[in-house]
């Protein structure tokens, strides 16, 4: 069965710090991989996505993620991060075959102190 | 011109009410979505639609019952609300040319007292 991990629920950085968030997913093959961003009472923002090819994709707001076959990881990063971007961070997978639903990780909540 | 949108974002009702959420996007996507999201922010696919049709039911109570009028409408009636039916339910729509990305709506938050 497909299943994401997000082993860290809430995170605190200070604003400028740069940021990982983790993700480790189980699937039986390549999935399609996504982030997405949920700030207070908003619905969600995809911020980036892997399907295939290079394996460091780029997305929005400075954001970047890389997938690690091996490891079944596909943690996000900023290298440097605003109080704006205090929010819930979803990791989700997806099957490559279609429209299905995805299956999203747990969250981890992110704080910023100036 | 919002992508995904719900209606109404807020509904506070009493217990054993009927009450309907309804979600249209303007993407010309095929298929759409309803996923709950607790109280511990966990999201769960609750049901899936491809051109009108039921795709996916996730176990999910008979007094949950969506209808999908054209692809571009979904809206979900909950019967007997329960104090356990208090979430935000998250309606997306997605389109299989497009990798399977999904657009979110902005959510409806349910609570029942």
């Known amino acids: 069965a497909q299943s994401v991990t997000q082993p860290d629920i809430h995170i605190t950085v200070s604003e400028g710090a740069s940021l990982e968030l983790r993700c480790n997913y189980s699937?039986?093959?390549?999935?399609?991989l996504f982030w997405y961003v949920q700030s207070p009472g908003q619905g969600l923002q995809l911020l980036l996505k892997?399907?295939?090819?290079?394996?460091l994709v780029q997305g929005i707001k400075g954001f970047e993620a890389e997938f690690k076959r091996s490891q079944s990881s596909f943690n996000l990063r900023k290298p440097s991060v605003h109080w704006s971007d205090a929010a819930e961070y979803f990791c989700?997978?997806?099957?490559?075959?279609?429209?299905?639903?995805?299956?999203f990780g747990k969250g981890t909540r992110l704080s910023v102190i100036a | 011109d919002t992508a995904v949108s719900q209606t109404p974002k807020y509904l506070v009702t009493q217990m054993g009410n009927d009450k309907s959420i309804k979600c249209e996007q303007n993407?010309?996507?095929?298929?759409m979505y309803w996923y709950k999201q607790d109280s511990k922010k966990f999201l769960k696919i609750m049901f899936s639609y491809n051109n009108k049709e039921l795709i996916i039911n996730e176990t999910v109570p008979n007094r949950f019952s969506p209808k999908s009028p054209d692809k571009a409408h979904l809206n979900l009636h909950i019967n007997s609300l329960e104090l356990g039916d208090s979430a935000v339910y998250f309606c997306?729509?997605?389109?299989?040319?497009?990798?399977?990305?999904?657009?979110f709506g902005a959510g409806t938050r349910l609570s029942v007292l």
């Open positions: 989700a997978v997806g099957a490559p075959t279609g429209n299905t639903p995805l299956v």
């Open positions: 699937y039986g093959a390549t999935p399609y």
């Open positions: 993407l010309g996507h095929d298929t």
């Open positions: 892997y399907f295939s090819g290079d394996t």
């Open positions: 997306a729509s997605s389109q299989a040319r497009e990798g399977n990305i999904q657009y």
